[in-house]
Nanobody, 114 residues
């Protein structure tokens, strides 16, 4: 099983990034997917989640209206479009697959700097 995140980087406040998480080794289309972020000294927190069919999405309050989670089951990939980025969005972003089991990616760093 592999979850490989990409798309992180350095960006100024107000900028945008699109994260991708490509999955392999399990039946992606049957798993709910989510994005978490973590900063040093703090617990990993849920940013956004999407159901297996894309019918349902959920967002942390601080990112509503700025971030969009989506998925392409044909490509085994989940995305996180992040707009209007703020310094407090800085962190390591992880994707997670949830069904009968849970799988985590290794993370991608997002740094929003002034």
């Amino acid at each position: 099983v592999h979850l490989v995140e990409s798309g992180g980087g350095l960006v100024q406040p107000g900028g945008s990034l699109r994260l991708s998480c490509e999955a392999s080794g399990f039946t992606f289309s049957t798993y709910a997917m989510s994005w978490f972020r973590q900063v040093p000294g703090k617990e990993r927190e849920l940013v956004a989640a999407i159901s297996s069919s894309s019918r349902t999405t959920n967002y942390q309050g601080s990112v509503k209206g700025r971030f969009t989670i989506s998925r392409d089951n044909a490509k085994n990939t989940v995305y996180l479009r992040m707009n209007s980025l703020l310094p407090e969005d800085t962190g390591v972003y992880y994707c997670k697959a949830t069904a009968a089991r849970e799988y985590w990616g290794q993370g991608t760093q997002v740094t929003v700097y002034s």
